[in-house]
T-cell receptor, first 113, second 114 residues
Framework: EPEVTQTPSHQVTQMGQEVILRCVPISNHLYFYWYRQILGQKVEFLVSFYNNEISEKSEIFDDQFSVERPDGSNFTLKIRSTKLEDSAMYFC???????????FGDGTRLSIL | AQSVTQPDIHITVSEGASLELRCNYSYGATPYLFWYVQSPGQGLQLLLKYFSGDTLVQGIKGFEAEFKRSQSSFNLRKPSVHWSDAAEYFCAVGANQAGTALIFGKGTTLSVSS
């Protein structure tokens, strides 16, 4: 069964540094998403991406964050000038369309020191 | 604002016993609803979804859920729990007309005793 893959599984970064989290969505999917889960808290929506542009973003997704689909297969989340509170599990997801099931990757655990 | 409430943080069930995990949502329009399961170190796996039609939906691994509009609930059930069902379970609602954001509950951790 096709799946969403995320790399790396764990990323450790110094505060203030930039980090890029990578995702390969399911190949025939058109919508891509990033969510995060701070330890002990609920999964939170960050951003959705369709047709090479942001479809929707949450209040969390401020100017520190950006997304990109640099080629036909990858989908990335960039966090500039990381802060301690950015430490979380970041999940990528994809779906065939809107208002349908989203399929999640295993996540990247981001630790900011 | 849309929200999802899972009242039970942690539930322990004996193996072979039945299970019901509660989920209540707040959403103005007709919701579309999901249950996901997360095993330790794993991503979120879709168990089942409700968009419209029959209010009792069947999912994978023997799970089912019933949508009750009058109670704003979407409870997950399984008639006989297996030890491998121990995991964290998340209820989610599609949050907007565009359909591109999911709002999750805080999750319920299921432990299975032998």
């Amino acid at each position: 069964e096709p799946e969403v893959t995320q790399t790396p599984s764990h990323q450790v970064t110094q505060m203030g540094q930039e980090v890029i989290l990578r995702c390969v969505p399911i190949s025939n999917h058109l919508y891509f998403y990033w969510y995060r889960q701070i330890l002990g808290q609920k999964v939170e929506f960050l951003v959705s991406f369709y047709n090479n542009e942001i479809s929707e973003k949450s209040e969390i997704f401020d100017d520190q964050f950006s997304v990109e689909r640099p080629d036909g297969s990858n989908f990335t989340l960039k966090i500039r000038s990381t802060k301690l509170e950015d430490s979380a599990m970041y999940f990528c997801a994809s779906s065939e369309g809107a208002r349908v099931a989203q399929h999640f990757g295993d996540g990247t655990r981001l630790s900011i020191l | 604002a849309q929200s999802v409430t899972q009242p039970d943080i942690h539930i322990t069930v004996s193996e072979g016993a039945s299970l019901e995990l509660r989920c209540n949502y707040s959403y103005g329009a007709t919701p579309y609803l999901f249950w996901y399961v997360q095993s330790p170190g794993q991503g979120l796996q879709l168990l089942l979804k409700y968009f419209s039609g029959d209010t009792l939906v069947q999912g994978i691994k023997g799970f089912e859920a019933e949508f009750k509009r009058s109670q704003s609930s979407f409870n997950l059930r399984k008639p006989s729990v297996h030890w491998s069902d121990a995991a964290e379970y998340f209820c989610a609602v599609g949050a907007n007309q565009a359909g591109t954001a999911l709002i999750f509950g805080k999750g319920t951790t299921l432990s299975v005793s032998s």
